[in-house]
């Protein structure tokens, strides 16, 4: 079993819509939960991160965490077509080994 | 800033060849990674360090070799190059919990 589990998509919206990425994890030791967004052709760049169960807030992008689930969530609210690219979970267990899940190719059209 | 630089940003090897993938950080970050990326895929961590003269395998090790000597500098070696080992790399620096990667190194065996 893999460790991140993550929904291969892709997504494809239409613009302002409300968008929903998933990842669920099987290692209990995860402790900090990473979002990261990838343009094509470009390295990661981190979008959101947090280590506690719950939601954080920031600007139209929502991450949730459900460690009782080890299921996390990235949600974005009024999708832009700046918003198409390849969005990528990541969890630590400390701060060494950081691990990725697969990606979720999102496309948003006007 | 220069960030992290991967060097070189393209390269075409024969099956059995050798090569070292360049990595370098000015940002005195103790963590660092490298990853490889197969087309529509997630990133797969193939060898991490923690710090100088520290390193550990990671999801995909095989057929590759790391060293760490510095803070500053993570070569990654490929011995006797496989066409299995065509992907996408990338190196990343962490100190927290943002890690920051490099541009990639688009590497193809033939």
């Known amino acids: 079993q893999k460790e991140v589990e993550q929904d291969p998509g892709p997504l494809s919206v239409p613009e302002g819509a409300i968008v929903s990425l998933n990842c669920t994890y099987s290692?209990?030791?995860?402790?900090?939960f990473m979002w990261y967004r990838q343009y094509s052709r470009k390295g990661p760049e981190l979008l959101m991160y947090?280590?506690?169960?719950g939601n954080k807030e920031d600007g139209r992008f929502t991450a949730q965490v459900d460690k009782s689930s080890k299921y996390i969530s990235l949600f974005i609210r009024d999708s832009q077509p700046s918003d198409s690219a390849t969005y990528l979970c990541a969890m630590s267990a400390r701060t060494d080994k950081l691990i990725f899940g697969t990606g979720t190719r999102l496309q948003v059209f006007p | 800033n220069a960030g992290v630089t991967q060097t070189p940003k393209f390269r075409i090897l024969k099956i059995g060849q050798s090569m070292t993938l360049q990595c370098t950080q000015d940002m005195n970050h103790n963590y660092m990674y490298w990853y490889r990326q197969d087309p529509g895929m997630g990133l797969k961590l193939i060898y991490y360090s923690v710090g100088a003269g520290i390193t550990d395998k990671g999801e995909v090790p095989n057929g590759y070799n790391v060293s760490r000597s510095t803070t500053e500098d993570f070569p990654l070696r490929l011995e006797l190059a496989a066409p299995s080992q065509t992907s996408v790399y990338f190196c990343?620096?962490?100190?927290?919990?943002?890690?920051?990667f490099g541009q990639g190194t688009r590497l193809t065996v033939v």
């Open positions: 990343a620096s962490r100190m927290q919990l943002e890690a920051f």
């Open positions: 947090t280590y506690s169960s």
């Open positions: 290692n209990s030791a995860f402790q900090y």
